[in-house]
């Protein structure tokens, strides 16, 4: 493992994680056409045999500027071409997988059971790497590219069920009840539920803008029924450099800012629920 884990970093033993996903957004690759997705399957069909198509994402910016951004900054390219899909490489657990358009390359981790272990970010990061260079040589080899990176993301995703003989109300104290206290009304009482999007702006070492950790939160039903609350952690920005290194660089430093942000927004008690030992 090239990747090691940072000594103060908060540890959950038992993190309510049911996915996350580290990857790179870069300029479309010239050439880049749908039946060159199968020649990029090739070298990862062991590992991640299983197939699945999607619509493509759209390409997403953190922008900064005199105004300010409130949503994230989406651009729309207008072309003649059709639109190329998104294609899942997963594997036959289908528990881990890799995305790949002419613009994205990402890798998730989902939990699939209640067995189903988080592998941590180390071990993904290092998945990543080694096959974003295999994709790299690949779309060279094949006299496509070259990829240039423009964003980098890392995306935490942690559902909490409301517990038997709870509600929504008292799970909400539970997880945001130190910052949310105040919310309560003097002739109706504390909210019913929440709903929450907070965004901090990451910067460099010199104060200047790269990024930002968006934090949302809100109620949901899952498929079985469950009514939980989601909590959604991103960091998106732009690499430190438009090679494989500015890439690390990046999730490595969203990876701090999104588990730091996790454990600063969530509550004590929830904390003891998941095993914190730092």
Same mark, same amino acid.
Request: glycine residues 8%; charged residues 20%.
């Given at each position: 493992m090239i990747n090691g884990r940072p000594a103060d970093l908060p540890e959950f033993g038992a993190p309510p994680l049911t996915e996350v996903a580290i990857g790179a957004q870069f300029d479309v690759i010239p050439g880049f056409m749908t039946p060159h997705l199968g020649l990029v399957w090739q070298p990862f069909r062991d590992q991640f045999p299983l197939l699945e198509e999607a619509s493509a994402l759209p390409p997403v910016f953190e922008t900064f500027g005199s105004n300010p951004q409130f949503v994230p900054g989406i651009s729309f390219q207008l072309s003649m071409a059709p639109e190329a899909p998104r294609v899942f490489f997963i594997n036959q657990a289908r528990s881990e997988l890799l995305q790949v358009q002419r613009d994205r390359f990402l890798h998730n981790w989902r939990k699939v059971g =209640?067995?189903?272990?988080?592998?941590?970010?180390?071990?993904?990061?290092?998945?990543?790497? $080694? *096959?974003?260079?295999?994709? $790299?040589?690949?779309? *060279?080899?094949?006299?496509?590219?070259?990829?240039?990176?423009?964003?980098?993301?890392?995306?935490?995703?942690?559902?909490?069920?409301?517990?038997? @003989? *709870?509600?929504? *109300?008292?799970?909400?104290?539970?997880?945001?009840? =130190?910052?949310?206290g105040s919310l309560a009304l003097g002739d109706l009482g504390k909210p019913e539920d929440l709903r929450f999007l907070l965004r901090y702006v990451m910067r460099d070492a010199e104060g200047k803008p790269i990024g930002r950790l968006i934090a949302s939160a809100e109620p949901a039903r899952r498929a079985d029924g469950q009514?939980?609350? =989601?909590?959604?952690?991103?960091? +998106?920005? +732009?690499? $430190? $450099?438009?090679?494989?290194? @500015?890439?690390?660089?990046?999730?490595?430093?969203? +990876?701090?800012?999104?588990?730091?942000?996790?454990?600063?927004?969530?509550?004590?008690?929830?904390?003891?629920?998941w095993e914190r030992t730092q």
């Amino acid at each position: 493992m090239i990747n090691g884990r940072p000594a103060d970093l908060p540890e959950f033993g038992a993190p309510p994680l049911t996915e996350v996903a580290i990857g790179a957004q870069f300029d479309v690759i010239p050439g880049f056409m749908t039946p060159h997705l199968g020649l990029v399957w090739q070298p990862f069909r062991d590992q991640f045999p299983l197939l699945e198509e999607a619509s493509a994402l759209p390409p997403v910016f953190e922008t900064f500027g005199s105004n300010p951004q409130f949503v994230p900054g989406i651009s729309f390219q207008l072309s003649m071409a059709p639109e190329a899909p998104r294609v899942f490489f997963i594997n036959q657990a289908r528990s881990e997988l890799l995305q790949v358009q002419r613009d994205r390359f990402l890798h998730n981790w989902r939990k699939v059971g =209640q067995a189903d272990n988080y592998p941590r970010f180390e071990r993904m990061l290092d998945t990543f790497t $080694s *096959s974003f260079a295999t994709f $790299s040589k690949t779309i *060279s080899a094949a006299g496509l590219g070259p990829i240039i990176p423009n964003q980098c993301e890392v995306t935490y995703i942690n559902q909490m069920p409301v517990p038997p @003989g *709870s509600n929504l *109300s008292d799970l909400t104290d539970d997880l945001f009840g =130190q910052h949310t206290g105040s919310l309560a009304l003097g002739d109706l009482g504390k909210p019913e539920d929440l709903r929450f999007l907070l965004r901090y702006v990451m910067r460099d070492a010199e104060g200047k803008p790269i990024g930002r950790l968006i934090a949302s939160a809100e109620p949901a039903r899952r498929a079985d029924g469950q009514t939980i609350v =989601q909590l959604t952690l991103t960091a +998106r920005g +732009r690499p $430190s $450099s438009p090679d494989e290194k @500015g890439i690390v660089d990046f999730l490595k430093r969203g +990876r701090i800012s999104v588990v730091k942000g996790f454990a600063h927004l969530t509550g004590p008690k929830m904390h003891k629920l998941w095993e914190r030992t730092q």
